[in-house]
């Protein structure tokens, strides 16, 4: 099998074209960890490198024995023995342990806990090729975010305890939010945590469609204040498994048959308190799930690039009306879609976590080690808060984007390979059940638009698309930027107009302004990428006439950019219009236009 | 109880990226056309070494013999675990066969206390395997060869299953012992990340003049060599200077060594071209498969 590093010339690109080494120099603080730790970087070359090493291994990892594996983890999923333990599908068991002896269950947590301190933007690259590889497995491997969530809040004590062994791949966790009544509202959440006369904390009650619930270490929201409803009653809780945790079923999924989904029963169970009480749900589980949306939007990326090879495979070798299918302009059409869709995804969730690694880079700095002078602390706070906005806007625009996509991509996967699509012979449908979730969990993609049009309104993305339009790029592509300034423009116009309809207006057209704003970053990320200094040649193959070609990426980048905002642009016109109309059918004909409840 | 295991690794050209130009006209591998690998079954010994470390404690040392540019595979038995590595470099060393290598190989191997050596069972070049054989004789201790599982080891006595061309048999004995392995026996492992990320930088003492030089081209000899030997105390204070042995470090006696150490003779080299004849087709019926089959045992193509 090939290395899923090395064949993706996409990663490859990104990972050369966006600069690594200025986040390499934020997350090493200046690089002032090489003397301590035989493996921290002592410059932004050596760091890049030590990425570049560390991602053509997962590649080689992911094209050499996880991918291979996918299948009958599918077939076989996780078993709820008698005794009341989980086991892994086989290959999910072989795949953790190949990840564990690889050293990449502590791609973020700092060196001191035996972490390889790398920025989110590469933990991003790594969690899509680990779930092109078997999208199942990155719900263990992309969980890493609870660990995260341990460091960023947790008393050191804890930290001691828990973090070296998830470095060393050890141990796994799971976020354990949902309970029957509380899912994507969890301020509902009833979970009993209480003390006991030695002011011990205990937890009481059943979670629901808890993700790796079986795993050692779980993360538990639970009510610690009976008094308070809301989200402020909540406090966040670390629990081991043990003989008072018991997993009461593992859920019946139509994909991701890897990752166990357990209900969990805690019977008085010991736990200790994360942080602050009343901070769980507003602070630390925000955090968590913020990360985890990261996750989700590279699993998404992984599932379409899988589904999409299969599907650009097939198309050159079925011949019909005697010639290969991508020669007709239908198919053709379907196949550049999927691929820039997946490239416009890729974008999205890459500059993303370039965003999330400054602002917690910055959050960071100011708790620990603030600017003595007090213009230089000024200015950072105003980054850091700058930069918050900016990730608290693009997370949810990525998780929502990404999963989409995946869900479009290989649906239309299946549409490429036919009745043979349909079959279980291709993965296709596979890949086209485990995209299902992915607009689901980690919040719906109603909820992420909802959290996402709040930046569009705001100001966040006016002011971040100023940015974009100010950057430097290449003349040639003057037409384009023009059109993507003109649309802009007309995106706030309707803002304005959706301010004066006031809230229930915004969220009835969310979807639309959240969709325009998401293009026209991309749009201008497509323009940067066109505009790179970076030299690489990219193979154009055009397997029907059996010749290689290659072609310089930025070359390749400005075709991508001008078919994507060409066509884009009067889909986005149409919108504006669609939003400004003042049609509020949706709350005053909703009644007559559904119909009655169906009667069974 | 801990164990230290002694695994002997080659370079090899990679044999399965075979092209055009492979072969020199005269028949034999032209080096430069393949890029250089780990000896595949090399890795299922380093593997087995690794998991016996794993499971009962003790050590791993890697051992090559080969050009200084071996050095690569060296790293890459550090990045999965190995905890030392050790490269036999020496020009006497060019044109031994495989009494010769396993010679010079004993010679290292004995420097070191171990329990358990292991080497893959054959390279893709020579394909003989009978250097792991040879090894355990010069050495004196038992060999089990074709060792196709992990093995059990309880106090001094190892077990191992290997693989005897129509089934398995299984083999018990004391240490020291000598396995050579298969490619089934285990899957070997990637290369870790924090052991990449510390050890890209190791280096033989020869690599490290060769940087200076490098690096600083106006220097006099004496000044390299001063600053050489600064450098590779403090790599070796940060465990990362790769050892490098010649032939008169291991007082090899040099009549065993190289060539004058090879009784092997090389009687005649073929260079054999297939090519395709003709092509028959066959329906995907029952009774063409019958016909192919039949046709194949006629042949006795199949048995």
Redesign the interface.
Known sequence: MPNFYADNDDIRFLFKHMDLGALARLCEEDFKFAPQFDSAPAGADEAIRNYEMVLDSIGQLSGDLIAPRAESVDREGSTLNADGSVSYAKGIAESLDNLAKAEVMGFTLPHRFGGLNFPNLVYSMATEIVSRADASLMNIFGLQGIAGTIEAFASEEIKQKYLHDFAAGKITGAMVLTEPDAGSDLQAVKLRAFQDNKDNWLLHGVKRFITNGCGEVLLVLSRSEPDRSGGLGLSLFVCERGPTVHIRRLEDKLGIHGSPTCEIFFDNTPCQLIGERQRGLVTYVMALMNGARIGIAGQSLGIAEAAYRIARDYASSRKQFGMAIQKLPAVRDLLIDMKIAIEAGRAMLYETSRVVDINICFERQLELNPPADKDKLKSLKEQTRRFDRLASMLTPMSKYLCSEMANRVSYDSIQVLGGSGYMRDYAVERHTRDARITTIYEGTSQLQIVAAVRGVCSGTAEKYLAELAQKEYDPELKDLLDKLAEGTKQLFSAVAFVKQQGADYMDLYGRPLVDIAMDLIVGYLFCDYASTKIEMDVAVEDSDEAKEQTMPMKKRKALVARRFITRNSPKNAALIQLICSGDKSSFTDFAALIGPVPVE | MAYNCVVLVKQVPDTKRVTGKAMNDDGTVNRAALPAIFNPEDLNALEMALDIKDRFGGTVTVITMGLPAAVAILKDALYR?ADEAILVTDARCAASDTLATSYILSCAVKRIKYDIVLCGRQAIDGDTAQVGPQLAEKLGIPQITYVEKPVEIEGQTITAQRNIGNGWQKVKTQLPVLLTVTGEAN?P??????????Y?AAMTPAGVEQKIKADNSHASDDEIKEMAVQKCSEMDK??LLIEQWNLDFLKADLTWCGRSGSPTKVHRIQSVVLASKDTKSIEPTDDGLAGMIHELLEDKIIA
Request: no cysteine; hydrophobic share 45%.
């Open positions: 675990g899957v492992r990637v290369a870790a990340a924090k052991k990449m990320m510390k890209k940060k465990g």
